[in-house]
T-cell receptor
Framework: GAGVSQSPSNKVTEKGKDVELRCDPI?????LYWYRQSLGQGLEFLIY????????KSGLPSDRFSAERTGGSVSTLTIQRTQQEDSAVYLC????????????FGPGTRLTVT | AQTVTQSQPEMSVQEAETVTLSCTYD???????LFWYKQPPSRQMILVIR??????QNATENRFSVNFQKAAKSFSLKISDSQLGDTAMYFC???????????FGTGTSLTVIP
């Protein structure tokens, strides 16, 4: 079946512009995660959605970052007024809760802020 | 606070040999899950192996096995009969039983030498 997809795969934007990154999780997966992966670093947790519950936003680095998940499926991560330090790969993952919490990852979006 | 430490930024192994990647973690939780994920140069993160903390038996998946030492909070990955396709970044990850957040180490870059 289809895995987690993300779009765009690459995004180059100018400093100060807003960007939207999209994630399509695996159908039926109730949990969705966003991570940021900077060069040579591990994965930094950003936000977590579980069903209809309020999202866990504790990992968002600033109020320029926001995310939403519509209809319990597709999610959009928005970065406003981008800064050069926002350049990274943004990974999305989904999981079917209760199945040992295995996460299935998308291919990521490489964001470059010039 | 939950932390995951991978102290080996880079490792190499000869094809067909065995290599062990180290991971330690810190948590006050009594039940949790541990994972090893592989991220090839193509960027797609995939699950290698999973261990539930309450299970004494070490998990095994074909050529991949773990040495889980709960008291020492250690979770190492052993790759037997290394293959060229094993070349990748390997991330150790931890999640408490609630599954809200995953905590990742900074990764170990493994190169399999022909």
């Amino acid at each position: 079946g289809a895995g987690v997809s993300q779009s765009p795969s690459n995004k180059v934007t100018e400093k100060g512009k807003d960007v939207e990154l999209r994630c399509d999780p695996i159908s039926g997966h109730t949990a969705l995660y966003w991570y940021r992966q900077s060069l040579g670093q591990g994965l930094e947790f950003l936000i977590y959605f579980q069903g209809n519950s309020a999202p866990d936003k504790s990992g968002l680095p600033s109020d320029r970052f926001s995310a939403e998940r519509t209809g319990g499926s597709v999610s959009t991560l928005t970065i406003q007024r981008t800064q050069q330090e926002d350049s990274a790969v943004y990974l999305c993952a989904s999981s079917l809760m209760g199945q040992g919490y295995e996460q299935y990852f998308g291919p990521g979006t490489r964001l470059t802020v010039t | 606070a939950q932390t995951v430490t991978q102290s080996q930024p880079e490792m190499s192994v000869q094809e067909a040999e065995t290599v062990t990647l180290s991971c330690t973690y810190d948590t006050s939780e009594s039940n949790y899950y541990l994972f090893w994920y592989k991220q090839p140069p193509s960027r797609q993160m995939i699950l290698v192996i999973r261990q539930e903390a309450y299970k004494q038996q070490n998990a095994t998946e074909n050529r991949f096995s773990v040495n889980f030492q709960k008291a020492a909070k250690s979770f190492s990955l052993k790759i037997s009969d290394s293959q060229l396709g094993d070349t990748a970044m390997y991330f150790c990850a931890f999640t408490p039983n609630t599954g809200n957040q995953f905590y990742f180490g900074t990764g170990t870059s493994l190169t399999v030498i022909p």
